[in-house]
């Protein structure tokens, strides 16, 4: 094995007689050696993108999602009941969700003027902010704890926006009921209003309670920014009377330092197959997916390119194999078996694709350090006037080792029929 390596050595280093050998050699490794320091720099920039989304995620979706799998709402209490004795959760929050229509009536110009709009809203009780961070997303207006008597409403600000709201606009929440007279019916279809004080209800045994607003919230995420209202869970279970007790979806937030695994598969045995437990990549599981695909894919292509620059290895190989011919000959009159020669010439692939495997992720990591120290590259900005934002990256052992796995495997196999060609010289 000794002797291989050094002939292995020596035939890439030293110069050949053909100089056109050494050139073709040398081109395959700065070749090879740029493809793995794009793979690098392309797996860091997707390990940072995938961690920022996961980080964001925390503003507005908590670290265990219970939801039912056999229908859109279930009892708060039964399901509390058996998370009872769990320690690692800190905080538990109730969340309550149905589709209204939003009557926004404008302040300005024409008093009268109206526009309805269909929203999702979403009714959270006092611990909501503990487990959710709603506070750190606010844009507008100040956070007040979702207390028993609270009348705060939240809006998304895209929602907000799009319709040309004020703060001093009031508007009102509709949503289907079942607990209506028939003459309301009639009159209202069927709606139930929540309007501010002093004024009128609806209907003569609809309720009528005051919702003010108090600020806007941005999360990035157009679901929440566009469709989106937030109030006191108590308040809005009055829009569907029969909903008492009932519940979406529960957040937990868990101590510093859980496993978030183990404590997801305990609390998943003592829900049963009714529920689903979920962490923040469930819950947004589609995003996710696309960060995945994207990934791959961009892997198989730059693979793709570097399997396409591993051929030259194949010429360069061919053309050492017609000029060292004699020194085949004369090792195989020294007693040198097919199987010495050929592992030679596959060594010689192999050491060219190790120096270009070293020269890339050097190569590679130093631009993602560089990245990460001075910022090169920024996100791109509509406003030239704005504050640069650096593109991430996160350099992670793992794609170094699963680069180096993939660059000897080619080139492994693009120096397969070289060696074997040189294996049956006579």
């Given at each position: 094995?000794?002797?291989?390596?050094?002939?292995?050595?020596?035939?890439?280093?030293?110069?050949?007689?053909?100089?056109?050998?050494?050139?073709?050699?040398?081109?395959?490794?700065?070749?090879?050696?740029?493809?793995?320091?794009?793979?690098?720099?392309?797996?860091?920039?997707?390990?940072?993108?995938?961690?920022?989304?996961?980080?964001?995620?925390?503003?507005?979706?908590?670290?265990?999602?219970?939801?039912?799998?056999?229908?859109?709402?279930?009892?708060?209490?039964?399901?509390?009941?058996?998370?009872?004795?769990?320690?690692?959760?800190?905080?538990?929050?109730?969340?309550?969700?149905?589709?209204?229509?939003?009557?926004?009536?404008?302040?300005?110009?024409?008093?009268?003027?109206?526009?309805?709009?269909?929203?999702?809203?979403?009714?959270?009780?006092?611990?909501?902010?503990?487990?959710?961070?709603?506070?750190?997303?606010?844009?507008?207006?100040?956070?007040?704890?979702?207390?028993?008597?609270?009348?705060?409403?939240?809006?998304?600000?895209?929602?907000?926006?799009?319709?040309?709201?004020?703060?001093?606009?009031?508007?009102?929440?509709?949503?289907?009921?079942?607990?209506?007279?028939?003459?309301?019916?009639?009159?209202?279809?069927?709606?139930?209003?929540?309007?501010?004080?002093?004024?009128?209800?609806?209907?003569?045994?609809?309720?009528?309670?005051?919702?003010?607003?108090?600020?806007?919230?941005?999360?990035?995420?157009?679901?929440?920014?566009?469709?989106?209202?937030?109030?006191?869970?108590?308040?809005?279970?009055?829009?569907?009377?029969?909903?008492?007790?009932?519940?979406?979806?529960?957040?937990?937030?868990?101590?510093?330092?859980?496993?978030?695994?183990?404590?997801?598969?305990?609390?998943?045995?003592?829900?049963?197959?009714?529920?689903?437990?979920?962490?923040?990549?469930?819950?947004?599981?589609?995003?996710?997916?696309?960060?995945?695909?994207?990934?791959?894919?961009?892997?198989?292509?730059?693979?793709?390119?570097v399997g396409i620059i591993s051929f030259n290895m194949i010429a360069a190989l061919s053309m050492l194999i017609m000029e060292k011919q004699q020194d085949i000959v004369m090792l195989r009159a020294l007693g040198a078996k097919r199987r010495t020669i050929f592992s030679l010439y596959l060594f010689q692939g192999m050491f060219g694709a190790a120096i270009a495997t070293v020269l890339g992720v050097i190569l590679g990591s130093l631009i993602v350090v560089v990245q990460d120290k001075f910022g090169l590259v920024n996100f791109p900005q509509p406003n030239p006037e704005a504050i640069p934002i650096p593109y991430p990256v996160d350099w992670r052992l793992t794609d170094v080792l699963l680069i180096a796995l993939m660059m000897l495997g080619i080139t492994c196999l693009?120096?397969?029929?070289?060696?074997?060609?040189?294996?049956?010289?006579?």
């Amino acid at each position: 094995m000794r002797l291989i390596l050094l002939f292995a050595k020596r035939y890439l280093l030293v110069k050949q007689r053909t100089f056109a050998i050494n050139i073709i050699s040398w081109v395959t490794i700065i070749g090879l050696a740029i493809g793995a320091a794009s793979i690098i720099v392309l797996l860091s920039s997707f390990n940072a993108l995938e961690s920022m989304i996961y980080e964001s995620q925390g503003n507005f979706r908590p670290e265990l999602l219970i939801e039912s799998n056999k229908g859109r709402l279930f009892d708060a209490d039964s399901a509390k009941g058996k998370l009872e004795g769990i320690e690692e959760i800190q905080h538990l929050s109730e969340v309550y969700e149905g589709y209204a229509f939003l009557q926004i009536p404008h302040s300005y110009g024409d008093s009268s003027a109206t526009k309805n709009v269909v929203v999702r809203y979403r009714g959270v009780d006092k611990s909501y902010n503990e487990v959710y961070a709603f506070s750190s997303i606010l844009t507008e207006g100040y956070h007040i704890p979702f207390e028993q008597d609270s009348l705060a409403l939240y809006m998304g600000r895209n929602l907000f926006a799009e319709h040309k709201l004020y703060f001093q606009d009031w508007p009102y929440l509709y949503a289907p009921t079942e607990d209506v007279l028939l003459e309301d019916i009639d009159r209202w279809n069927g709606y139930v209003r929540l309007s501010t004080p002093g004024q009128t209800s609806l209907g003569r045994r609809t309720p009528s309670l005051p919702l003010q607003p108090m600020g806007l919230f941005l999360t990035g995420d157009e679901q929440f920014d566009v469709h989106y209202v937030f109030g006191h869970i108590n308040h809005l279970r009055k829009l569907n009377p029969s909903h008492k007790g009932m519940v979406s979806q529960l957040g937990l937030s868990l101590n510093s330092n859980t496993d978030i695994a183990k404590v997801k598969t305990a609390i998943q045995q003592r829900l049963g197959s009714y529920f689903n437990v979920l962490d923040r990549r469930d819950q947004d599981a589609s995003v996710y997916r696309i960060v995945k695909l994207e990934r791959f894919f961009m892997v198989v292509i730059l693979a793709f390119i570097v399997g396409i620059i591993s051929f030259n290895m194949i010429a360069a190989l061919s053309m050492l194999i017609m000029e060292k011919q004699q020194d085949i000959v004369m090792l195989r009159a020294l007693g040198a078996k097919r199987r010495t020669i050929f592992s030679l010439y596959l060594f010689q692939g192999m050491f060219g694709a190790a120096i270009a495997t070293v020269l890339g992720v050097i190569l590679g990591s130093l631009i993602v350090v560089v990245q990460d120290k001075f910022g090169l590259v920024n996100f791109p900005q509509p406003n030239p006037e704005a504050i640069p934002i650096p593109y991430p990256v996160d350099w992670r052992l793992t794609d170094v080792l699963l680069i180096a796995l993939m660059m000897l495997g080619i080139t492994c196999l693009a120096s397969l029929y070289p060696a074997w060609r040189a294996s049956k010289v006579k």
